[in-house]
């Protein structure tokens, strides 16, 4: 100021000065004097800090529910759950996974010490009741979901049966007294298991065809199996889906159809991108009448096989004879491989004995209740590399009716998938946006143009992970790959690292060591958290996205909390103290 008490500087020039400082400093400048003050507010001043700060494409616009640059900034530095506020370490082995229920007031975690553990989360966070299932023949505990009302757990094992030989079991655990309420058989022990309902689940079986050709069942069950009504089974069939290539369905999870019309956060500004460039990642819809579509890349059937499908007057069941014939006689080259002749005739067989897909998924009525049932798969090689879809519609969400499913025909042994997306990759983890619009998918990619010639040997993995998004209102993916985790193990080694989304942000584990929060507009990286071995879960709270839970092989579950909740816990304490810009105080050095 002058001695006139007017500005020595008009606003423009400070504009341009403050435009060289950082934000650290842009807040201090901004006390010197009501003008500073007002320049230190700017808009446009915060718009060039937010993008030039947190390195965010200029293609990319503010978050929609942001009200000023200023705030927006302050969002992404003061509410990320980055602060270890708790180390909590009652398992004595690896923990695999952590779940919150729907309340938020309390969540489970799975461990190798064959233990569940059910935990009160409250400021701070206490063990309420621990469940030893090695009586139950398990080796441990892997996974665990709250039922929509939170009054049961599915707990998820590995199961030791006859000869050492290892499946997997579900558990319903009741939140009422812990009492154990059933038990239910589940193969590959990595179908997991999940809820469709408050009082329903769904689980697995495999049965063995040939060497590479199995058959997956997924069942529906009562979670309390003493259950004995005429009209109610504990358990009926829900779909039966034909494996080729010695693949196997894993990893089940239900999204909710009814929910996409109102979702918490839209990430669509990257369409119009997104449509005029090749997607690595293309969505193969198995309903389509086009052949071209078959999920078969780059696999040409033998010429003796193709001609049996194209030729226009021979049914598969006709083809499947002639075929064998043809290979009796000699007429089939060049000769094939023992597997490749198991996949052919395994090919053959299907298009006869599978009932048609449903209709089109994207003409889903917004109002009606079917779900989606959303699992990993494959078609080359026994590396989950694909998605797939299937509807459930509402008459196939309770076990009343007939034990073996829905009635078909006599000769339609398999159900088809309604759709499949394909990664071209190892999938290792999968999670659901809060409001079930969206698809997260961890995936270490395979070499570009790889061929796959023997199903037992897949390509070797990308140590780099790769984090998808995919809309299942459209079937598309929406977001370029999130970057920054890492995995290190082979394919046949490979384990499932499991991520979780909130309203605003996606957390995942790695095998480096630490686990990341992305933000889910920006498309960027905001924290990395320290562990000491394997970061294998992570877990935000459904209604405190400020509250972060990571477990890991260090044996450790964390407990994270942003700046700002660590801000509001120390003022209940009674503590004379005055922060000005607090919110800048806690930057990480």
Known sequence: MDAGGGPLLPDSVLYEIFLYLDHVDVLSVGLVCQQWHAV?????????????YYRVSREVPRHPAAVSWYDEFQRLYDTIPCVEV??????????????????????????????VKIWSNELDISLQHSSNMR???????????????????????????????????IAVISMENFTLLSRVRNKPYDVFGCWLNETNLISGNLHRIGRITSCSVLWLNNAFQGVESENVNVVKRLFKIQNLNASTIRTVMVADCSRYDSPDLLLDYEEQLAASSTSTCPVFDLGSDS?????????????????????????????????????MEGRVRPAMTETELETKVAELFVRSRTKPPELNLLSTDSNSKTKYLIFTTGCLTYSPHQIGIKRILPHQMTTAGPV?????????????????????????GMGLSPDHRYLYVNSRAWPRDCVISDPMQPPPIAEE???????????????????????????????FIFLDVSRDFVASGAEDRHGYIWDRHYNICLAKLQHDNV???VAFSPVEQELLLTASDDTTIKVWRSPRAVRIQQARKPRPRKLLFSWLMNQKS
């Open 135 to 169: 009586p139950y023949n398990w080796s441990y505990t892997q996974f665990s979901q709250f039922n929509s009302d939170d009054s049961l757990l599915l707990v998820s094992g590995v199961f030791v049966g006859p000869h050492n030989s290892s499946s997997g079991e």
């Open 535 to 537: 970061v294998n879960s």
């Open 404 to 428: 073996l499913g829905e009635e078909r025909r006599s000769d339609e042994f398999f159900d088809s998938l309604d759709h499949v997306i394909d990664i071209h990759g190892h999938i290792i």
């Open 465 to 495: 992970i790769d984090l998808h998004v995919f809309d299942l209102k459209t079937m598309k993916e929406v977001k370029r790959a999130l970057r920054a985790h890492r995995a290190y193990t082979p394919n046949e080694e490979c384990f």
């Open 86 to 115: 708790q180390a909590l370490k009652e398992h004595n082995d690896q923990v695999l996974h952590l779940s919150f229920s729907h309340s938020g007031c309390l969540f489970a975690s799975c461990s190798k010490d064959c233990t």
């Open 40 to 52: 230190a507010r700017d808009e446009f001043l915060w718009k060039e800090l937010f993008y030039r």
């Open 291 to 327: 052949e071209e579509e078959e999920v078969k890349p780059k696999q040409t059937p033998e010429p003796a096989v193709q001609e049996l499908l194209d030729e226009g007057g021979v049914t598969a069941e006709d083809g499947l004879q002639q075929f064998f014939d043809d290979i």
